[in-house]
């Protein structure tokens, strides 16, 4: 009788599909059966994590670039007018 069994155990481990009756039981086995896996599962979102990080971080540099070359621009800019006389003074 499958049917009744697999009710009995209604937890079920996502990492090799063993059923369970209760979640302690199956948290016991995460633990122990799936330490390695739970492990590099772990390690993977935090190296994700970290990755989201540097690329905010680099996207913020970008930006902070972004705005001081922006800002010598501008500055550039009124250089650039003042050579170019707008009022001649021999008119
Ligand atoms: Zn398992």
Redesign the pocket.
Known sequence: MNGTRNCARPLK??????RFKYSAC?ND??RL??KDTIMLLVQLRQAQRRAKEQLAFRQKVAEIIAASVEAKDAVKEPVRVSVIRQNPVDV
């Open positions: 481990c996502r990492l090799c599909w063993r199956m086995h995460m059966d799936h």
